[in-house]
């Protein structure tokens, strides 16, 4: 088989998308972390209009964008399908993770701020978190049905980065009786064997976070 490299940085969510579609499809790969505030010059080689992680690498040739990455796995290992075999399941499992992508600051903001912007934030967060539990669900066990598909790996960003990011930030977003579902997804997502074995370190995550909000609330200390 030709070679497989992932190039990610260990916080990514984008970069575990890709590990965790490779793993659940049973594709050997070489992951090799880089340093995103110190670009090496392979990323710039591999990844010359973004420059971020992840870079994924097959036989010589590099992609980049985690749902463009998501999609040529699919594509190039049909095995253990990431997405519904129905026309219109797969559509809505695009267009989910197309949500995501296009919320995701609306998501994430809140921990990033403080006072009223982040009051603003948050309920920002809720809404989208509102959509997600009302529409995106449905009672379903997984976003894509009763096995974790594409949609899922989008949003595995809820299960392992957002209470960091709620510690961090002071605040609780996720409430658990505002939005049973979504918890219960998490437990179920978490569960997967996939997933299970492979998530970031969540004390090292949160000192992460610390630094970042830091970071951006008092720029002059960092």
């Known amino acids: 088989m030709e070679e497989v490299k992932v190039i990610g940085f260990w916080t990514s969510p984008y970069v575990y998308r890709v590990t965790w579609a490779l793993n659940l499809k049973g594709i050997k790969y070489e992951y090799q972390e880089e340093d995103i505030y110190n670009k090496s010059d392979l ?19 590099s992609i980049a964008e985690s749902s ?50 982040q009051t603003r934030a948050v309920k920002e967060a809720q809404e989208c978190l509102k959509i997600l539990e009302e529409h995106g669900l449905q009672g379903k066990k997984f976003f894509d049905g009763d096995k974790i598909g594409m949609t899922d790996l989008s949003y ?40 299970k074995e492979n998530h970031p370190d969540q004390t090292r995550l949160l000192a992460y976070f610390k630094w970042l909000r830091e970071k951006f609330t008092n720029p002059a200390a960092t």
């Open 156 to 195: 595995g960003w809820l299960a392992f980065w957002l209470e960091p990011m709620e510690e961090v930030g002071g605040v609780k977003v996720l409430e658990v009786n505002s939005y049973p579902r979504l918890h219960a997804w998490i437990r179920n997502f978490k569960e997967v064997p996939v997933i």
């Open 43 to 61: 990323l710039l080689q591999h990844n010359p209009v973004h420059k971020k992680v992840p870079v994924f690498v097959h036989g010589g040739k």
């Open 68 to 117: 463009v990455i998501l999609e040529y796995i699919e594509e190039t290992w049909p095995q253990n399908p990431l997405l519904p075999t129905d026309p219109h399941e797969r559509a809505m499992a695009r267009f989910w993770t197309k949500f995501d992508g296009e919320r995701k600051q609306n998501f994430i903001r809140f921990y990033k701020t403080a006072g009223e912007e």
